[in-house]
């Protein structure tokens, strides 16, 4: 499937695919959850000065820390008081990475994220590109075009969210989305610089709290480039997410903060 980024008038990106990649930490929200409960995305997005990205059915917004201070400001202070619920309407996620220290994979590779599994509107695959969630639009369907009694009712939305998601990964697995033109450029351009080079792109980062998927992608592509090159990054990486709190520099083939 062929993704296309367009920037929104007030800042996020609308990603043109039904599965949305996510980083770091992220707060996932239901749109269907914003149309009801407060209105259109855009009146949404531009009230509450969300800056993320959406598809339309979700918004996800994404912070570089653990704990995600402003993601939790941004529940307390804006979703609950408009009565979003945790699992229903919205959910915290973070980044399971694919590789680690010493090129080791995850062992949740080709599986539904676990902080996702038992969400009914929300679908979710950690592949070798990423993690990618998706919104369950034909199991709303599917639920709202019958009328059981409630027991009944959640005994079957269970089978039938099991259902679509086995369609769903099947699908997911066989198009992962493919690395774009300026992707591969940025490949290149990371192969070109010296250690002390990709110290200095690294430190570019630093300070921001939100990132666009484009972002993302590089930031998941740095990580690549710190374990092919056999630096010790122990002291940015925790073992699920980068930090970008402080500045870095080499010393020898280890990271230290400064």
Not at 8 to 30: H, K, R, T
Not at 46 to 63: C, R, Y
Not at 121 to 136: E, H, M, P, Q, R
Not at 219 to 242: A, C, H, M, P, T
């Amino acid at each position: 499937m062929e993704n296309k980024n367009n920037t929104l008038e007030n800042g996020p990106e609308f990603l043109d695919s039904d599965q949305m990649p996510f980083v770091f930490s992220s707060l996932i929200i239901n749109v269907a959850s914003v149309n009801k409960k407060f209105g259109t995305l855009i009146d949404f997005i531009s009230k509450f000065d969300l800056n993320g990205q959406t598809n339309g059915k979700l918004l996800i917004v994404a912070e570089i820390v653990t704990p995600p201070g402003n993601l939790i400001q941004i529940v307390e202070n804006r979703l609950r008081p408009l009565n979003f619920v945790n699992k229903l309407d919205y959910v915290f996620v973070d980044e399971e990475l694919i590789r680690g220290a010493g090129g080791s994979y995850t062992p949740y590779l080709n599986q539904p994220h676990l902080a996702c599994k038992n969400i009914p509107w929300l679908g979710s695959l950690i592949t070798a590109d990423g993690n990618f969630v998706w919104y369950k639009e034909t199991v709303e369907k599917e639920i709202e075009a019958y009328n059981f009694p409630f027991v009944k009712f959640n005994v079957w939305k269970q089978i039938g969210v099991q259902k679509a998601e086995k369609s769903v990964l099947r699908s997911a697995k066989m198009n992962h989305m493919p690395i774009s033109e300026s992707r591969v450029e940025y490949i290149k351009k990371l192969s070109k610089l010296d250690d002390l080079g990709l110290i200095e792109l690294f430190n570019t980062y630093v300070g921001r709290k939100h990132f666009s998927i484009r972002m993302q992608m590089d930031v998941w592509l740095l990580q690549d480039e710190f374990i092919k090159r056999n630096l010790d990054y122990s002291v940015i990486f925790d073992g699920k997410s980068f930090s970008f709190a402080k500045k870095i520099k080499l010393e020898g083939k280890k990271v230290i903060t400064i």
